[in-house]
C-alpha cells in the first residue's frame, strides 16, 4: 500500500518536471521514504510536545477544603436568636451528628471517600474533644495515610462557649481524601 503511494507520488513528480535530469530513479526511493517517515514523525513528536507543554493541570482540593471547613465551623458556631457567631464554637452542639449533618445531607454522593476529624482544644483546660463524620472510615484511612490518602490540617484559633462560660480554644479540622 505504501509503495502505491510512493510510486504515485514519483509518477506524479515526473509529470511535473518534463526535465529527464530531475527524474527519481527506483534508487532514490529507499531515501524518499526515509525523508516521509522523517517529516511524519517529526510532526508527530512537535505535536505531542505542544499538546504536553499547553496542558493545564488545576487542583482545586485546596479551595474545596475552605469550603468544608467553613461549612464545619458554621455549623458548630454559636447561634443566639438566628444569628451566627462564627468566632464563637457552642459545645452543646459539638457532636458526631451535626458534623454529618453538615458535611453528609447536601453533598452525599460527593464525600464517600472524605472523611473530616475535628478537635476542639480548650487552651485553659488543656483538654481535647473530637468529633469525626465517619469514626470507622476514618480509623480505616489513617494508618493508609501516605498510600492511598491525602491530608490537609487547618487549626483556627476560636471562643468555646460552654457553661455559659467563654474561653479561649484552638479549631484543628483534618480532612483525609483519596489521592
Known amino acids: 500500500m505504501l509503495l502505491k503511494q510512493v510510486m ?41 510536545a505542544t499538546r504536553y507543554a499547553f496542558e493545564v493541570k488545576v487542583d482545586t482540593h485546596k479551595v474545596d477544603h475552605f469550603i468544608w471547613s467553613e461549612r464545619i465551623i458554621d455549623s458548630l458556631s454559636y447561634n443566639n436568636l438566628g444569628r451566627k457567631f462564627r468566632g464563637i464554637i457552642d459545645y452543646s452542639i459539638y457532636k458526631n451528628e451535626t458534623l454529618r449533618d453538615a458535611l453528609v445531607l447536601p453533598f452525599m454522593n460527593r464525600n464517600d471517600k472524605m472523611v ?50 467563654l474561653k479561649k480554644a484552638k479549631l484543628e479540622i483534618t480532612e483525609l481524601y483519596p489521592k
Open 8 to 48: 504515485l507520488y514519483m509518477h506524479c513528480y515526473r509529470r511535473l518536471t518534463k526535465n529527464k535530469k530531475a527524474d527519481l530513479k527506483l534508487s532514490d526511493m529507499p531515501l524518499f521514504i526515509i525523508i516521509v517517515l522523517l517529516v511524519v514523525s517529526t510532526a508527530f513528536i512537535l505535536r505531542a
Open 116 to 165: 473530616f476529624k475535628v478537635t476542639l482544644t480548650d487552651l485553659e483546660l488543656i483538654k481535647n474533644y473530637e468529633i469525626y463524620s465517619d469514626k470507622e472510615l476514618y480509623d480505616d484511612a489513617a494508618p493508609l495515610l501516605r498510600l492511598k490518602y491525602l491530608q490537609i490540617k487547618e487549626i483556627k484559633y476560636v471562643l468555646l462557649k460552654k457553661d455559659n462560660q
